[in-house]
């Protein structure tokens, strides 16, 4: 399909995934198709309205795990036990929440980590390049402004599907 990859940073037994941008459905099978070549298998959060029949089973065997968007559940903290307890744990979220354009990050995927005191690979899209990067992760620190505001800065320049639908907000870039 003619994209190339830059991956610098080291991959252990235990991560998460920030992918992103966010734009389009089709960040989807980028996903599953650079996971697939690599070997991988890598859990993903997605909104429990995917999995219908027979979707559903396609998710969940892919290694889906449904998030109720409109409840306050404890499934950072399920989720972050889980991280801790065991041997490996891969996770791929995308921060943005939506394909929509929103500038509001969820920070669920940077309270898991810190909580099970993993990193956090920070992996870009870029379509305009035909690139998949991740040259950056960290542990958090539990300084989550400040960490929140390195991540997005990280993404500022990659091009999603859509371009349009992606934003990392109003950022002070000093």
Known sequence: ???????????????????????????????????????????????????FWPLGVLFRRLGGIPV???????MTDTLAATAADAKTFKLTVTPEGTRKRNAEWKKGFYYIAHKAQIPILLYGLDYERRLIQCTRSLVPTGNVEEEMRDIKLYFKDFKGKKPDQFTIGEIDND
């Open 1 to 51: 399909m003619g994209w190339t990859k830059e991956v610098t940073v080291e991959h252990p037994d235990k991560y998460i995934i920030c992918l992103a941008p966010h734009t389009s459905n089709w960040d989807f099978l980028m996903g599953q198709l650079y996971s697939g070549a690599e070997g991988w298998r890598i859990n993903f959060l997605m909104k429990k309205e995917w999995f």
């Open 68 to 74: 109720q968007r409109q409840k306050h559940t404890s």
